[in-house]
């Protein structure tokens, strides 16, 4: 089994410039201690002949065919605009920059 005690908790706190109680430090000694402990018994159930993976169903692309199809003409599509200047949308000045 292996063991994070209370002052290697301590020194990582230190190391990541952390302030942490007496609480905090005894607390999480005992999880980090638990997390290493599942972590030993996965890797004593995995077996060799078991290819690693990152999923444990087979990730297919669906892919379709690329169609084209006619889009908005610029016209069209500033049509409704309240305001446009060549064939571009005219929005309001919002960082105070010269234009």
Do not use: C, K, W
């Amino acid at each position: 089994m292996t063991s994070i005690s209370r002052g290697d908790v301590a020194h990582l706190a230190r190391l990541s410039r952390l302030e942490l109680s007496d609480a905090e430090l005894d607390s999480f000694a005992q999880q980090l201690t638990d997390i290493l402990d599942h972590v030993q018994a996965v890797s004593e159930v995995a077996a060799d002949d078991v290819p690693a993976m990152s999923h444990p169903t087979a990730i297919t692309n669906v892919y379709r065919d690329d169609v084209v199809t006619p889009g908005l003409t610029p016209e069209q599509a500033l049509d409704q605009a309240p305001a446009a200047d060549e064939q571009r949308f005219e929005v309001p000045q919002i960082l105070g920059e010269d234009a």
